[in-house]
Nanobody
Framework: EVQLVESGGGLVQPGGSLRLSCAAS????????MSWVRQAPGKGLEWVSA????????SYADSVKGRFTISRDNAKNTLYLQMNSLKPEDTRVYYC??????????WGQGTQVTVSS
């Protein structure tokens, strides 16, 4: 059974930083592209970033490019999202998901990120 457990969210002031983590289990983590997606209340899932199985290829939504960095540690079965220069519009629930931009499937329970002064 795929399990994805996100952590690291919280309340941060505009311009601040947060690092999200996602602990994965129940599948061969190192074999899969992984993504971060986010969701505003009452809205659909929005893809944020993806990283290839080996970590060598990354991609980002235009809205976060240059501010967010995705990474992974396959030895620890963990996915990360470093978020810098946070803006109020980044306030969402963030989920890690198994798969890439066009085919992500399973995701976890999410972690709330709130950017506010």
């Amino acid at each position: 059974e795929v399990q994805l457990v996100e952590s690291g969210g919280g309340l941060v002031q505009p311009g601040g930083s947060l690092r999200l983590s996602c602990a994965a289990s129940g599948f061969t983590f190192s074999s899969y592209t992984m993504s971060w997606v986010r969701q505003a209340p009452g809205k659909g899932l929005e893809w944020v970033s993806a990283i290839s199985s080996g970590g060598g290829i990354t991609s980002y939504a235009d809205s976060v490019k240059g501010r967010f960095t995705i990474s992974r540690d396959n030895a620890k079965n963990t996915l990360y999202l470093q978020m810098n220069s946070l803006k109020p519009e980044d306030t969402r629930v963030y989920y890690c998901a198994k798969g890439g931009r066009s085919d992500f499937g399973s995701w976890g329970q999410g972690t709330q990120v709130t950017v506010s002064s």
